[in-house]
DNA sequence: GTCAGTGCAAACGGTTTGCATGTTT
DNA sequence: AAACATGCAAACCGTTTGCACTGAC
């Protein structure tokens, strides 16, 4: 609501800073991606888009969110081989998948400390915590 | 050689004792991922493989690493959107692909020991360090 | 002889692109 | 008016599948 409104319009905002323009598309995908709570593939945002806008294309949805990318307001991650999901950036967190039943779960981004160190000093390799996702059996799909 | 050849019998021998047929595709096939000192995609499995045997399709390839894969004899792995990337199974190791220029590193699996150990705890979830792997920027892609 | 394995070609799902049109600035 | 954004449809890439045929057992 109150709060949903002004991420949008500060998501707006930051498009406007960097010259791109404002239009009904981007409004439209702004606001699902800020109502969503959870993970939403580029699918289920062209579906929920257009229960507002039906004439929206999915190749428009999928230009506006590299263009969110880009200006690192959204984020995309992919686990294993399916469809990339995307949420708005603001909290740093990395994602795990189960293989199994495909729920994700958020995680902390304090967990890839540790590794994230060691990656960087035996490989000089700085990990990127938010590309992809791990994989692996939820409590639920084990056994 | 010597090594090569006796490995090519192993995984030979696996596939006979699950009932499998031995046939010149699935040969060339695991010849070629013996050979492979790196990770190598279907389709450069299948251009290496139709060097020797030129008719050998596509589909044939996936198939035959499919059922490799069920059996625990090769291990694949996805990094973000790409085609996934296949190799022999034994050594125990996790994945790390540049995002900039995709070549891939292998990490010991001990690296993600605290990190397995930590997902386990707080969510339940067993990691499988094999199956996807982490990106990032490699020491020479940075800046 | 039987059935698993194969080649081919077509289908698939997610994503990207070319182009003519429409809309923001 | 100019530049950018959009819709549509077609292309794309990696992968999967249906089917008739071949070849291992």
Redesign the pocket.
């Known amino acids: 609501m109150g709060l949903e409104i002004t991420r949008t319009e500060e998501v707006l905002a930051t498009l406007?800073e960097h010259a791109?323009?404002?239009?009904?598309?981007?409004r439209a995908v702004v606001e699902v991606l800020v109502s969503a709570d959870d993970h939403l593939?580029?699918?289920e945002v062209t579906q929920r888009v257009q229960q507002l806008?039906p004439?929206?294309?999915?190749?428009?949805v999928?230009?506006?969110l590299?263009e969110l990318d880009d200006l690192a307001l959204v984020v995309h991650s992919h686990a294993g081989?399916?469809?990339?999901v995307y949420h708005l950036a603001g909290r740093s967190h990395g994602h795990v998948t189960c293989e199994n039943c495909h729920v994700t779960f958020e995680v902390s981004s304090d967990v890839f400390d540790r590794l994230s160190r060691e990656l960087k000093s035996t490989l000089g390799f700085v990990l990127d915590r938010h590309h992809v996702a791990l994989s692996g059996l939820c409590a639920h799909c084990q056994g």
Chains 1, 2 share one sequence.
Do not use: L, M, N
């Open positions: 406007r791109k323009r404002i239009t009904a598309p981007k593939t580029a699918d806008r004439d929206v294309s999915p190749s428009t999928y230009r506006i590299e081989q399916a469809a990339a």
